[in-house]
């Protein structure tokens, strides 16, 4: 098992394949310099980042073919999706704030329900891609998987009241680096398949 602080700085990596710098790293870690440092030196010794130099700067990558890098993005997508569900909770959908707010078409426990039912749905993978209020509440996911799940879909839409638009893909979908909307989504089912298809280098 990895310490904690390495398993941030990889974590940290994600979602693009950019190298970052420590300062970057250090950014999204929120630890000190000198602690993301000696991660970063620790993970190389390991086999699972690769560093460069560009004259006095440090640049570092992972290398996904380490069982490590995939830990390091399940920790990364799971943080993301809890961080995603507690945003959701802070959101008043479909309220007009300048006219008192009163008429909401779904609030956002709603909201969260009908994400977390859609999360159970039998699929190899899921993300949420969008999120909007206006002109009315709309969720839309990507998912790999039997089309009939569409027909669930439909059903949980009537439940909660809020339009869920569908894309239904594959695999290569993922593998293809232009798709940035598959990328920043919120995985809520099916990282290693994503991490497979996207990350993994055969």
């Known amino acids: 098992m990895l310490p904690r602080?390495?398993?941030?700085?990889?974590?940290?990596l994600f979602p693009d394949k950019e190298?970052?710098?420590?300062?970057?790293?250090?950014?999204?870690c929120g630890y000190s310099y000198e602690r993301v440092y000696s991660a970063v030196l620790a993970l190389r010794k390991k086999n699972i980042l690769e560093l460069?130099?560009?004259?006095?700067?440090?640049?570092?990558?992972?290398?996904?073919?380490?069982?490590?890098?995939?830990?390091?993005?399940?920790?990364?997508?799971?943080?993301?999706?809890?961080?995603?569900?507690?945003e959701q909770k802070?959101?008043?959908?479909?309220?007009?704030?300048?006219?008192?707010?009163?008429?909401?078409?779904?609030?956002?426990?709603?909201?969260?329900?009908?994400?977390?039912?859609?999360?159970?749905?039998n699929s190899e993978f899921m993300s949420v891609i969008d999120v909007s209020t206006k002109?009315?509440?709309?969720?839309t996911f990507f998912y790999i998987?039997?089309?009939?799940?569409?027909?669930?879909?439909?059903?949980?839409?009537?439940?909660y009241n809020v339009r869920l638009d569908s894309v239904r893909g594959n695999l290569e979908l993922l593998k293809d680096p232009e798709n940035a909307k598959y990328l920043n989504g919120v995985i809520l089912k099916g990282f290693e398949n994503f991490f497979t298809a996207f990350y993994y280098n055969k």
């Open 5 to 12: 602080n390495e398993l941030e700085v990889i974590a940290s």
């Open 19 to 28: 190298f970052k710098t420590i300062k970057e790293i250090q950014k999204k």
């Open 52 to 86: 460069k130099k560009y004259g006095n700067v440090i640049v570092a990558g992972i290398n996904y073919n380490s069982d490590f890098a995939l830990l390091g993005f399940i920790h990364y997508a799971i943080n993301r999706k809890l961080n995603f569900y507690e």
């Open 90 to 121: 802070n959101i008043l959908y479909g309220g007009d704030l300048s006219k008192g707010g009163a008429s909401k078409v779904a609030d956002s426990d709603q909201i969260s329900e009908c994400i977390k039912k859609v999360e159970n749905l």
């Open 135 to 139: 002109p009315k509440n709309k969720i």
């Open 145 to 159: 998987g039997d089309k009939k799940l569409e027909t669930e879909l439909l059903g949980l839409e009537y439940k």
